[in-house]
C-alpha cells in the first residue's frame, strides 16, 4: 500500500531511528530490537536456525546502527533487513535460505486473484496461462535436504535445483521443484501464456493445471 507521509511525520520518524541507531532512546531502542528479532525469526524460521542465536543478535544490532529501515511495516521491514543481510553472509545456504524465505512471504501476500481450477474439465483447453503469483528460484542445493546436506552440496558444486513458488487459489503458497521436462515445457510460455497444439501430450498440462502451476483461465 502506497500513501503519503506528512514531511514532520518523516522527521520525526528518522529523528527516532536515528536515536535508536545510537542506542539514545533507552529502554525504547531494546524494544526496537527485540521487534525486530520477533519479525525476522517469524519470517525466516530455518534461516534463523541456520544463522544462530548470537549471529542474529549482532545481525540486528547492525542493521538498526548502519543500515536502519526506511518504513516500518513488517513487510517492508523485513525486506529492507535481506538487502541489508545479502552482501553481509558469507558463502555458504544462509543467503539462499533467508532469499527463500523471503520470497514465500511475498507470494503470500500478493495481491493478484488466482483462478478457480476447473477440477473436472470437461474439454482440453487451448490456451493456458501461468499462476500469476508465480516466482522462480534457483538454488545451488535441494530446498527439501537438511542444513547439512545442503552445505555439501555446495562443497560439490552440484548443479542448481529450480523451483516454482505460487500461491493457489486457495491461498496455500507451494514450492514445486522443477524437472527438466517442466523447465522445458515451460520455457514455451510467452508474457505468461501459451497455446496447446493438438498434437501435444496432455499430460504435462493436467499435471501443471492440477497442481495450479497454471491456469486456463485469464485474471485481468
Known amino acids: 500500500m502506497n500513501t503519503r507521509i506528512a514531511l514532520d511525520a518523516a522527521s520525526e520518524a528518522e529523528r527516532r531511528c536515528q536515536a535508536v541507531r545510537r542506542g539514545d532512546l533507552g529502554p525504547y531502542g531494546e524494544l526496537v ?24 543478535r549482532q545481525d540486528i544490532d547492525a542493521f538498526y546502527k548502519c543500515f536502519g529501515a526506511t518504513r516500518a511495516e513488517f513487510i517492508h521491514l523485513a525486506t529492507e533487513f535481506v538487502r541489508f543481510m545479502q552482501p553481509r553472509l558469507p558463502q555458504g545456504i544462509g543467503r539462499p535460505l533467508i532469499e527463500y524465505e523471503w520470497m514465500l512471504f511475498d507470494v503470500e501476500v500478493d495481491k493478484t486473484p488466482v483462478p478457480r481450477p476447473d477440477g473436472q474439465q470437461t474439454r482440453r483447453p487451448t490456451h493456458v496461462y501461468l499462476n500469476p503469483t508465480v516466482r522462480w528460484l534457483a538454488t545451488p542445493f535441494d530446498l527439501y535436504a537438511d542444513d547439512q546436506q545442503a552445505a555439501q552440496a555446495l562443497l560439490n558444486h552440484d548443479a542448481p535445483y529450480a523451483y516454482a513458488i505460487f500461491r493457489t487459489f486457495d491461498h496455500r503458497v507451494m514450492t514445486q521443484r522443477l524437472s527438466n521436462q517442466d523447465i522445458a515445457a515451460l520455457s514455451f510460455f510467452t508474457d505468461g501464456e501459451r497455446f496447446i497444439s493438438s498434437e501435444e501430450s496432455a499430460n504435462w498440462f493436467t499435471h501443471a493445471l492440477a497442481h495450479e502451476l497454471i491456469t486456463s483461465h485469464h485474471e485481468h
Not at 525476522?40 to 542465536?53: D, E, I, K, L, S
Request: proline share 4%; net charge positive; glycine share 4%.
Open 33 to 56: 530490537r527485540v521487534n525486530a528479532q520477533e519479525l525476522v525469526t517469524t519470517m525466516f524460521p530455518r534461516f534463523t536456525q541456520y544463522r544462530g542465536a548470537e549471529c542474529l
